[in-house]
Nanobody, 114 residues
Protein backbone atom coordinates (compact mmCIF):
# COMPACT_ATOMS: atom_id res chain seq x y z
CA UNK A 1 0.00 0.00 0.00
CA UNK A 2 0.99 3.63 -0.39
CA UNK A 3 3.18 4.80 2.46
CA UNK A 4 5.21 7.91 3.19
CA UNK A 5 7.46 8.34 6.21
CA UNK A 6 8.95 11.67 7.20
CA UNK A 7 12.17 12.23 9.11
CA UNK A 8 14.61 14.99 9.98
CA UNK A 9 12.63 17.31 12.21
CA UNK A 10 13.95 18.80 15.42
CA UNK A 11 14.75 21.92 17.37
CA UNK A 12 16.80 24.62 15.66
CA UNK A 13 17.67 28.22 16.45
CA UNK A 14 16.38 31.08 14.31
CA UNK A 15 18.53 31.44 11.23
CA UNK A 16 19.46 27.78 11.28
CA UNK A 17 18.82 25.00 8.79
CA UNK A 18 17.14 21.61 8.75
CA UNK A 19 16.65 19.02 6.05
CA UNK A 20 13.49 16.93 6.06
CA UNK A 21 13.23 13.70 4.13
CA UNK A 22 10.24 11.65 3.03
CA UNK A 23 10.62 8.00 2.06
CA UNK A 24 7.81 6.72 -0.16
CA UNK A 25 6.75 3.19 -1.06
CA UNK A 26 3.88 1.21 -2.53
CA UNK A 27 3.48 3.15 -5.77
CA UNK A 28 5.43 4.23 -8.87
CA UNK A 29 7.04 7.19 -7.13
CA UNK A 30 8.61 8.76 -10.21
CA UNK A 31 5.20 9.19 -11.87
CA UNK A 32 3.58 11.33 -9.19
CA UNK A 33 3.55 14.86 -7.89
CA UNK A 34 4.85 15.10 -4.31
CA UNK A 35 4.31 17.83 -1.74
CA UNK A 36 5.22 19.07 1.71
CA UNK A 37 2.62 20.67 3.95
CA UNK A 38 2.81 22.04 7.48
CA UNK A 39 0.42 22.70 10.30
CA UNK A 40 1.16 25.09 13.13
CA UNK A 41 -0.76 24.94 16.42
CA UNK A 42 -4.21 26.45 16.02
CA UNK A 43 -3.80 26.92 12.28
CA UNK A 44 -4.94 25.07 9.20
CA UNK A 45 -2.62 22.80 7.29
CA UNK A 46 -0.93 24.73 4.46
CA UNK A 47 1.03 23.83 1.37
CA UNK A 48 4.74 24.55 1.72
CA UNK A 49 6.14 23.23 -1.56
CA UNK A 50 5.46 20.70 -4.29
CA UNK A 51 7.47 19.10 -7.04
CA UNK A 52 6.22 17.60 -10.27
CA UNK A 53 6.88 14.07 -11.39
CA UNK A 54 8.94 14.29 -14.55
CA UNK A 55 10.51 17.70 -14.98
CA UNK A 56 10.76 18.37 -11.25
CA UNK A 57 9.01 21.70 -11.63
CA UNK A 58 8.57 23.28 -8.20
CA UNK A 59 6.13 25.62 -6.47
CA UNK A 60 6.52 27.29 -3.08
CA UNK A 61 4.40 29.17 -0.61
CA UNK A 62 5.32 32.85 -0.60
CA UNK A 63 6.33 32.59 3.03
CA UNK A 64 9.12 30.10 2.29
CA UNK A 65 10.23 31.16 -1.18
CA UNK A 66 13.99 31.68 -1.45
CA UNK A 67 14.53 29.90 1.90
CA UNK A 68 13.23 26.37 1.30
CA UNK A 69 14.12 23.99 -1.52
CA UNK A 70 12.18 20.85 -2.43
CA UNK A 71 13.92 18.09 -4.35
CA UNK A 72 13.31 14.47 -5.28
CA UNK A 73 15.38 11.41 -6.01
CA UNK A 74 13.32 9.06 -8.16
CA UNK A 75 15.93 6.31 -7.85
CA UNK A 76 15.61 6.32 -4.05
CA UNK A 77 11.89 7.17 -3.84
CA UNK A 78 12.57 10.15 -1.62
CA UNK A 79 11.54 13.79 -1.55
CA UNK A 80 13.47 16.23 0.62
CA UNK A 81 12.82 19.71 1.95
CA UNK A 82 15.92 21.79 2.65
CA UNK A 83 14.98 24.60 5.01
CA UNK A 84 17.37 27.52 5.48
CA UNK A 85 17.13 30.80 7.37
CA UNK A 86 14.48 29.31 9.61
CA UNK A 87 12.16 31.61 11.53
CA UNK A 88 10.04 31.01 14.63
CA UNK A 89 6.95 31.18 12.42
CA UNK A 90 8.20 28.10 10.57
CA UNK A 91 7.46 26.06 13.71
CA UNK A 92 4.95 23.38 12.76
CA UNK A 93 4.43 19.72 12.11
CA UNK A 94 5.60 19.04 8.56
CA UNK A 95 3.83 16.42 6.46
CA UNK A 96 4.76 14.64 3.27
CA UNK A 97 1.87 14.20 0.85
CA UNK A 98 1.08 12.28 -2.31
CA UNK A 99 -1.76 14.37 -3.73
CA UNK A 100 -3.02 11.78 -6.20
CA UNK A 101 -3.63 9.23 -3.44
CA UNK A 102 -4.49 11.69 -0.71
CA UNK A 103 -1.88 9.97 1.41
CA UNK A 104 -0.25 11.66 4.39
CA UNK A 105 2.67 10.69 6.54
CA UNK A 106 2.66 10.87 10.32
CA UNK A 107 4.45 14.21 10.30
CA UNK A 108 7.68 15.46 11.80
CA UNK A 109 7.93 18.31 14.29
CA UNK A 110 10.04 21.35 13.45
CA UNK A 111 10.58 23.86 16.24
CA UNK A 112 12.46 27.10 15.64
CA UNK A 113 13.33 28.73 18.92
CA UNK A 114 16.24 30.29 20.77
Amino acid sequence: QVQVVESGGGLVQPGGSLRLSCAASGFAFGNYLMAWYRQAPGKERELVARISAFRSNTNYADSVKDRFTISRDNAKNTVDLQMNSLKPEDTAVYYCNVPFFGKWGQGTQVTVSS
